[in-house]
């Protein structure tokens, strides 16, 4: 079973558009996370939720809202979408903060 | 703001060879950790070493931590062409929603 899965594993669509993305780990950690790896590699934090709970909202556009139903999942929806969305989005979680995390196997978002 | 550099960007070795990547980072942390990242995959957590320890092994992974430099270094020994991927370091905190802060990344070329 995958630890991390994170849904879907490439995205296409067009400016302006509503798009989700959706993660779910079963490994019973407690903290799980929003990476965006843009196109020079560079990994940035994104949100940070611990038990349903958000912990970090790393100065990200209100376009983007994560959502924890529960403490295995973590989604990520995004409004309108732009041209400068495109990236990588990964998913990880970690039984405790600071504590090694376990990526998803991302999810490329391609806006055109 | 980026935590970590990572020096060098890119290394190309042969097979056999030893591997050595560092990382300087700019604050205080709790502890630092390495990731691999295999093309178009998601990041597999390979080493933690925290504040209070100078060195830690894993197979043929050595990793060492100085906290008077902010900087750590990780040797991979005999390298392999399994070895082929790009090495993160990340800063981690326990008390700041557990978000890992990232360097920019080593590309490492294993050569047969």
């Known amino acids: 079973d995958t630890a991390v899965s994170q849904t879907p594993k490439y995205l296409v669509t067009q400016m302006g558009n509503d798009k989700s993305i959706k993660c779910e780990q079963n490994?019973?950690?407690?903290?799980m996370y929003w990476y965006k790896q843009d196109s020079k590699k560079f990994l940035k934090i994104m949100f940070s939720?611990?038990?349903?709970?958000?912990?970090i909202n790393e100065t990200v556009p209100n376009r983007f809202s994560p959502k924890s139903p529960d403490k295995a999942h973590l989604n990520l929806h995004i409004n309108s979408l732009e041209l400068g969305d495109s990236a990588v989005y990964f998913c990880?979680?970690?039984?405790?903060?600071?504590?090694?995390?376990?990526f998803g196997q991302g999810t490329r978002l391609t806006v055109v | 703001s980026q935590q970590g550099e990572e020096d060098p960007q890119a290394l190309s070795i042969q097979e056999g060879e030893n591997a050595t990547m560092n990382c300087s980072y700019k604050?205080?942390?709790?502890?630092l950790q390495w990731y691999r990242q295999n093309s178009g995959r998601g990041l597999v957590h390979l080493i933690l070493i925290r504040s209070n320890e100078r060195e830690k092994h894993s197979g043929r992974l050595r990793v060492t931590l100085d906290t008077s430099k902010k900087s750590s270094s990780l040797l991979i020994t005999a390298s392999r062409a399994a070895d082929t991927a790009s090495y993160f370091c990340a800063t981690g905190f326990y008390n700041q929603g557990g978000k890992l802060i990232f360097g920019q990344g080593t590309e490492l070329s294993v050569k047969p």
């Open positions: 990880a979680s970690s039984y405790t903060e600071g504590a090694e995390a376990f």
């Open positions: 490994l019973g950690h407690d903290t």
């Open positions: 604050t205080s942390i709790n502890n």
């Open positions: 939720y611990n038990n349903k709970e958000l912990i």
